[in-house]
């Protein structure tokens, strides 16, 4: 689609992939298009020309059952599989060397309970996981292999984003905040802010539930004894 006019988007081009009846995730990163498909396989696109992206390479994900999200930082993408069949300490978090985007490879893969949305901190080095619940953080000082630093469990907004995204809460970073968002009955809609400013020891700072219809609530949070691991609303 062109977006030159975002009010009015004009398709410019499709692209079919043999064999794909679904696909479940489409991020872009420099100048190359990144989908994860069904059958577990992470297909590149080239955007040279934006209009008509041609495809560059596919790259089989050993081991994978249900590609979730990818994500990127410097020459490497983060890729999670969120399948729940898994026997405990299985890997479910896969690091796919992108040196030559037209050829992956996998360079690393992580033991993560239930992994499914991720979000990058280039400022911070940090690569934030979706995990049954619980939002973790990695330093990702060497991002080839991503070391975990802290983890943050909301029971009330982790929950209630669980069980409404058929997948886990939706994560997005900025320099200094860390959010989560995500819908609950196809109406309420939860959003948390987290303190990322430590990354090994970040802490939920506020949630606000909108009920679809005009009403809004919005929670901040005390910890006792400066556990960050126990928030109650306020």
């Keep these: 689609y062109d977006i030159s006019n975002p009010s009015n988007l004009v398709r410019t081009g499709s692209n ?20 994860l498909a069904h059958n577990n396989k992470v ?8 209009s008509n992206p041609v495809l560059r390479a596919s790259y089989a994900v050993a081991g994978a059952q249900e590609l979730s999200d990818i994500a990127f930082y410097q020459n490497y993408a983060y890729v999670s599989d969120s399948y729940t ?10 690091v796919l060397n992108l040196a030559n985007p037209e050829s992956p490879s996998l360079m690393n893969s992580l033991v993560v309970t239930e992994p499914s949305h991720l979000a990058v901190s280039a400022s911070k080095k940090a690569l934030f996981v979706d995990s049954s619940g619980s939002t973790v953080a990695f ?32 994560l ?48 901040s949070y005390s910890y006792a004894n400066g556990n960050k691991d126990t928030p109650y609303d306020e």
């Design 16 to 35: 079919l992939i043999t064999g794909v009846t679904q696909t479940f995730a489409v991020k872009i990163n420099r100048n190359y298009a990144y989908v």
């Design 43 to 50: 297909y590149v696109y080239s955007l040279s020309t934006a």
């Design 85 to 94: 069949g898994y026997p405990q300490g299985a890997p479910r978090l896969f």
């Design 139 to 170: 330093d990702l000082n060497n991002a080839a292999s991503p070391a975990f630093m802290g983890s943050v469990y909301d029971a009330k907004a982790s929950t209630t984003l669980w069980k409404g995204t058929g997948g886990g809460k939706l």
């Design 172 to 219: 997005w970073a900025d320099p200094v905040y860390l959010y989560a968002g995500g819908a609950f009955n196809g109406l309420q809609i939860n959003t948390i802010k987290y303190d990322a400013q430590d990354n090994a020891g970040f802490r939920v700072l506020s949630r606000k539930v909108n009920n679809g219809m005009g009403d809004e609530q919005t929670y």
